[in-house]
């Protein structure tokens, strides 16, 4: 079992410019979470997505969007990027339910200058 | 409004001695929380998990406790390792599936 794998690991974009980070979650989860991690913080909830639809959302701007394909995969889609968009974005991945554990994958590091 | 709070946020301890993390939450109502562990720059490692009916969990020389009522929960590491050295962050979950964590206590295992 490959765990909770996201791409790419590190990425580096111009302020203005768009950003599409992709996770594959955990096998046999249905449900992928994505958070995003500035440096010194604890993990900051931005989207969940289940059955290819955005169930919950966190306090993110439209700027942040996101897609479940049918294979559970996801995407989180950041447009004109800030520079304080700068961070580690972790994808966790876990199934339906009111108290599942969840799985992280490592993160994708964006940096935005 | 729902927060959760670590202290301290960094400690340091000599190699072997037995150590306990704080995370405390605003509101009782908690379906869950879990430990995690975060080394630099990487993603995180589930620890332990404890559903709201429980009291603790245990894995190997790591105990998580459970107290709904005052809104606490503890992380016990029996004779640290340098190893252990990372970053412990408390998440709790909520709502559904919408989990708010901590900032994290960072562990320094001193050898």
């Known amino acids: 079992d490959a765990g909770v794998t996201q791409s790419p690991t590190h990425l580096i974009k111009t302020r203005g410019q768009q950003v599409t980070l992709r996770c594959s979650p955990k096998s046999g989860h249905d449900t992928v979470s994505w958070y995003q991690q500035a440096l010194g913080q604890g993990p900051q909830f931005i989207f969940q997505y289940y059955e290819e639809e955005e169930r919950q959302r966190g306090n993110f701007p439209d700027r942040f969007s996101g897609h479940q394909f049918p294979n559970y995969s996801s995407e989180l889609n950041v447009n004109a990027l800030l520079l304080g968009d700068s961070a580690l974005y972790l994808c966790a991945s876990s199934l339906m339910g009111a108290s599942t554990e969840a799985f992280f994958g490592q993160g994708t590091r964006l940096t935005v200058v | ?111």
């Open chain 2, 1 to 111: 409004k729902q927060e959760v709070t670590q202290i301290p946020a960094a400690l340091s301890v000599p190699e072997g001695e037995n150590l306990v993390l704080n995370c405390s939450f605003t509101d009782s109502a908690i379906y869950n929380l879990q430990w995690f562990r975060q080394d630099p720059g990487k993603g995180l490692t589930s620890l332990l998990l404890i559903q709201s009916s429980q009291r603790e969990q245990t894995s190997g020389r790591l105990n998580a406790s459970l107290d709904k009522s005052s809104g606490r929960s503890t992380l016990y590491i029996a004779a640290s390792q340098p190893g252990d050295s990372a970053t412990y962050l408390c998440a709790v979950l909520w709502g559904y599936q919408k989990v708010t964590f901590g900032i994290g206590t960072k562990l320094q295992v001193i050898p």
